[in-house]
């Protein structure tokens, strides 16, 4: 089965909208073993137009507005957008952004960061979560709900990061949701298998029967770990297990289920050194815990500054030496320290937080129902 021609981010909506980056010559072993189920193997991207036409290209930045600085961080917008945002991904001076005016989110869009223009933008139908990989921006398409499971909502869809242009799908069996990418190549979670996809290729790699829906994933690429998040569906029933796996086979390394069994939801993945910051909701409150490597054993929390924040959209991101953790709905953003989880400040900055931080080079962005902000420490963070 060959990738179909031309032919869609995370639903990485922080919290209750979870119910919401590798060359040829790094790709796994020599001899990697191929999946069990009907799909083929050869799934080939075609090569896209020279001079594509981009449709969809209506989208414009707003002027942006700030929150009142002080000595915690803040925000300020550097590209209003008539949709909520819930991804972010910085590359190579822009930014790549998923958004929707529903969950999962139905557009992605390229911002120019100097200054802030979109350069380009369409429509995804399904889409649900962002990845870069192999030189390429790609969508997993299996967000929307559809009773009459449509083959177009099995796509894995792979664009031009500088133009938008189609390159290519990848049908895969199950629906592809979160994704995530590492010098091993693209894995993509499809309900209760997980495939390694070769990026520059489209080819799939390996496949790995799962317990259980994946919810969330995340890569540590210097410990060559994939971490992951399994629950029992529909999203937002019961979270199942946090589990580490090795990176380049997936092969199950360490799972706990004592501490994170029965929460409502896992928001957000984000791994430091050593181990994994895992957010959640409770259905009554929201955190984010630490897990080391290794053996999944809690050893930190994150810890509230003035009982601000910590409801069920609690979203905890570690960047640049910060973790920064994102309220949506108490519209707080704490920064607190990575490898104790105390938190050093906390700002209330009217702005709706939907989706993630991510960072590139000395600036740190960050997804709001407004468009796509730029964070300012504060001389406390």
Known sequence: MRLSGLGAVLG??????????????????AAPSRPTSAASTSHRP????????????SLRCKAGSSDA???????????????PVFQVLPDRGSIAALLGFSAPPTR??????????????????????LALA??????????????KNAASYHLVQRF??????????????GRP?????GPTGLWVATGRRLFLLDPSTGDILRSVAVSGNIERMAVDAAAGVLYDTRYLPPIGNEVLALEERDLHTGALVATNTRDVRGFLAVNALSPVSGGVWMSFASGMLGGAWLFA???????????????????????AFADSGVLWVLDGQAETISCADPATGSTHAVSRVGMNLTGNVAAAGRRTYVATGSGVALVARGSRC
């Open 69 to 83: 600085p002080g000595t915690g961080p803040h925000l300020r917008l550097i590209c209003g957008l008539p949709a």
């Open 108 to 129: 992605i869009a390229l911002i120019s960061v100097h200054p802030a223009a979109v350069r380009a933008s369409r429509t995804v139908p399904g889409g649900l979560s």
């Open 160 to 173: 031009d990061p500088v133009t938008l242009a189609s390159a290519g799908t990848i049908p895969l069996p």
């Open 46 to 57: 075609t090569t896209p137009s020279p001079r594509p036409t981009i449709p969809d290209n």
């Open 293 to 315: 490597a290794r053996d999944l054993h809690q050893v930190a929390y994150w810890q509230l500054l003035r009982q601000a924040g910590g409801t069920n959209a609690t979203a």
């Open 134 to 147: 192999g030189g390429w921006l790609w969508v997993s398409r299996g967000g929307l709900a559809d009773t």
């Open 12 to 29: 990485v909506g922080a919290v209750l909208l979870a119910a919401c980056s590798a060359g040829a010559s790094d790709l796994g072993p």
């Open 177 to 181: 949701r979160q994704m995530a990418a």
